[in-house]
């Protein structure tokens, strides 16, 4: 945009013939651009595109090893059929589900309150602990999933895909608190004053002003808390081991992966219909997670 | 919760009793106070239970011997540090998180100015598009580069035959392996790096160019003395947070080389997973993992040091 009214200067100032150079150059940055864009997405979107023409072809085709890998020759629905009416598949599906809602839920509720309280309300400590929460990814997941099966062992939660639904919220809670911290203190405290005065609550306060106008927050942080669900493959690895209580990442290793036996159509159809839900949900929401994101960091 | 709904009775109230108005105010923050901790309270429950008591924990399961019988002191710290095998996955993981992190770096900065560059309505499709990458859950798109990885008939030995080339066995030579790794990881990690520089360069004043311009500052030089002072602080924390995922990583070189061939791909978590998980001696495990601990600490206390300083000088 402010490169229109630098032209529109420049068209005003210099002679006629400078300001085609510079039109050209600019033209020429644009095309260039566009270009290296285009050579950065082919590259980038191989793999999608290879999982997709996998998907599409019989065991047969894969099996014979002849011709471009990079095209099918004969498409067919049939391993996604398969793994639609396949019941482990289903289940893991479920379980996916199931996990994540209540992960979701759970980290939405701790997140907000706890954002609400620590931006707006304050206690001995509460600064500490807004800056301490985030340093909790300095322990990663990859560090404590091993003290973790033990102490997962002791609540009996081996092979209880609930044991996920305890564990992932530790994955979301920082991070969602965080962009929620950033929504909550960017709302003017006259708002809050004003309620006080009316008469509302800290509760009705956060239900009726600071949940509606901190929305894209709560978008942002919902999707975060969804992704960091929906995919996390680590704990399901460690602490699973039967079909009836995977979820889908683990479970589509375990179950279509036999040995030395790879059934690669059915990996890959059962790829894309994993990554289906999280395609659908950045396809539409994408703008709120963005601006999630990078609103906190911007800031500084 | 109820308390909540009565504390403005106590503001309320308070000009109407004059004497008592500073005892009712205090009772006031207290409250609010009070409040206030309860609402974080299931915040500081879960960070204690699920994360500070388990690394604690993990200190301690450290230093006991296999069966978990006897207490060995430092001896499975030391016992790590002799064995070849760990001195590989130091290495391993510092070449692993430092490569991906200064090439997605790097890549992510590049395509942020690409996409700077563009009009903005068409931006939101290119986004779209180069964000894919980082939508998909990661353990699952590892899965597809696996199979293009794949020695017998994969997709990028076919494409090396067409030109002539021999077959290469991607994930069976110990570099090759590591290169596919980190291939993997910048692929992934690119994306992320680009929306937070994209945002960056869209915060940086447009003033600041054009009076580069009038100063007759060049590109480069704009890039160096305008772009990037600017975006110091967001560069510094985008790369630590990437660098914490990253020398965490477990997903992609478990499913692409489960660590091998010869142990020469494996990082801190998938050796953990290894020897924690499926050989089943977890002070090992617990041990090895430690020492990720201090290395992001290290990282984390001179990029954040770094920030506050920058910041405190912007607003002095």
């Not at chain 2, 931006?123 to 353990?139: C, E, S």
């Not at chain 2, 992934?188 to 500052?217: H, N, R």
Request: positive net charge.
């Amino acid at each position: 945009m402010s490169a229109t009214t630098m032209g529109d200067a420049a068209k005003r100032a210099a002679a006629h013939s400078h300001k085609h150079s510079l039109h050209r150059q600019r033209l020429w940055a644009l095309w260039g651009s566009y270009i290296a864009l285009g050579v950065f997405v082919v590259i980038f979107l191989v793999p999608p595109f290879y999982t997709l023409m996998t998907s599409l072809k019989s065991s047969a085709e894969i099996s014979a090893q002849t011709g471009s890998p990079w095209l099918v020759r004969h498409p067919t629905l049939d391993n996604f059929w398969y793994l639609i009416t396949y019941p482990n598949f289903q289940t893991y599906y479920l379980n996916s589900i199931m996990v994540t809602i209540v992960t979701v839920s759970v980290s939405m509720v701790i997140s907000v309150l706890a954002a609400f309280s620590l931006s707006r309300m304050g206690f001995w400590g509460s600064q500490a602990l807004a800056t301490g929460v985030f340093l909790t990814y300095l322990v990663p997941a990859s560090l404590l999933f091993i003290p973790l099966f033990q102490i997962v062992g002791w609540l009996g939660l081996i092979n209880n895909l609930w044991c996920l639904a305890l564990l992932y919220p530790t994955l979301a809670v920082p991070f969602c608190t965080w962009i929620m911290i950033g929504y909550f203190s960017s709302i003017p405290k006259e708002l809050d004053e004003a309620a006080l005065i009316d008469g509302a609550g800290y509760l009705q306060m956060l239900w009726k002003i600071f949940i509606p106008v901190a929305m894209p927050g709560i978008i942002a942080a919902t999707i975060f808390a969804f992704t960091v669900s929906w995919g996390a493959f680590l704990y399901p690895l460690a602490y699973l081991y039967t079909s009836n209580q995977m979820v889908l990442t683990v479970g589509i290793i375990s179950d279509l992966i036999r040995g030395d036996v790879f059934q690669w159509g059915k990996i890959m159809a059962a790829c894309l219909l994993a990554s289906l839900p999280p395609i659908v949900i950045y396809a539409f929401l994408m703008d709120y997670y963005v601006a999630g994101l990078t609103a906190g960091a911007t800031k500084g | 919760m109820a308390d909540g709904t009565s504390v403005p009775v106590g503001v309320i109230g308070a000009p109407r009793r004059v004497a008592r108005k500073t005892s009712s105010l205090k009772r006031f923050t207290q409250q609010r106070s009070t409040i206030a901790f309860m609402l974080a309270l299931p915040l500081i429950l879960l960070v204690a239970c699920f994360v500070i008591y388990p690394a604690l924990y993990a200190i301690y399961l450290s230093m006991l011997n296999k069966k978990m019988t006897a207490f060995v002191g430092l001896g499975n710290f030391a016992f790590l540090l002799k064995r070849h095998t760990f001195q590989l996955v130091i290495f391993q993981s510092c070449l692993f998180a430092v490569t991906a992190v200064v090439m997605k770096a790097f890549l992510g900065f590049v395509l942020a100015h690409l996409m700077h560059n563009i009009p903005g309505k068409n931006q939101k499709i290119w986004r779209g598009l180069l964000l894919v990458p980082w939508v998909i859950p990661l353990a699952l798109s590892t899965l597809t580069w696996w199979w293009m990885f794949d020695p017998s008939y994969s997709a990028f030995n076919w494409v090396l035959n067409q030109f002539g080339f021999a077959n290469v066995p991607w994930l069976g030579v110990g570099w090759i392996a590591r290169f596919c790794t980190i291939t993997v990881n910048v692929w992934y990690g690119t994306p992320f790096f680009m929306i937070m520089y994209l945002a960056a360069l869209k915060s940086v004043p447009e003033q600041l160019y054009e009076a580069a311009s009038i100063d007759g500052a060049n590109a480069v030089q704009k890039l160096f003395f305008v772009t990037l002072p600017m975006m110091r602080n967001i560069i510094a924390i985008t790369v630590l947070f990437s660098l914490i995922v990253t020398f965490a990583d477990f997903d992609i070189v478990r499913i692409l080389t489960a660590g091998g061939p010869q142990d020469m791909t494996h990082v801190f978590a998938t050796y953990a997973f290894q020897v924690g998980i499926q050989s089943g001696d977890i002070p090992l495990g617990a041990a090895d993992s430690l020492f990720m601990f201090p290395i992001l600490a290290f990282a984390a206390f001179f990029v954040l040091r770094g920030v506050t300083r920058r910041t405190k000088e912007i607003a002095t």
